[in-house]
């Protein structure tokens, strides 16, 4: 089993900064990529980028704003997120892929407000 634990999320004003942290306990060696989701109320999660081991970050469109980078010795990843807009609010949920047929694991989440 993995447990995943978020914090940093909160309010920002339009252009500012937040930084996600989401901690991976038990078995994190069977861990082959995590990243972050973000999900809008009726929406679907989207896959917001992910990393693994070595730090290979992927970012399903363009880099942009945000950037995940990944700490081993801490089994922690983050995620950096500038210039904020309205748009990026949602619940961000940290998410672990391991290897194999394994399911997935996700983290409880975590609320990002970005006012005008």
């Known amino acids: 089993q993995v447990q995943l634990v978020e914090s940093g999320g909160g309010s920002a004003q339009t252009g500012g900064s937040l930084k996600l942290s989401c901690v991976a306990s038990g078995s994190v060696d069977r861990i082959n990529r995590m990243g972050w989701y973000r999900q809008t109320l009726g929406e679907q999660r989207e896959l917001v980028a992910n990393?693994?081991?070595?730090?290979?970050a992927f970012y399903p469109g363009a880099k942009g704003r945000f950037t995940i980078s990944v700490d081993n010795a801490k089994n922690t990843i983050y995620l950096q997120m500038n210039s904020l807009v309205p748009e990026d609010a949602g619940i961000y949920y940290c998410?672990?892929?391991?290897?194999?047929?394994?399911?997935?694991?996700w983290g409880q989440g975590t609320q990002v407000t970005v006012s005008s």
């Open positions: 990393i693994d081991k070595l730090g290979s």
């Open positions: 998410h672990a892929d391991p290897y194999g047929l394994e399911p997935a694991y």
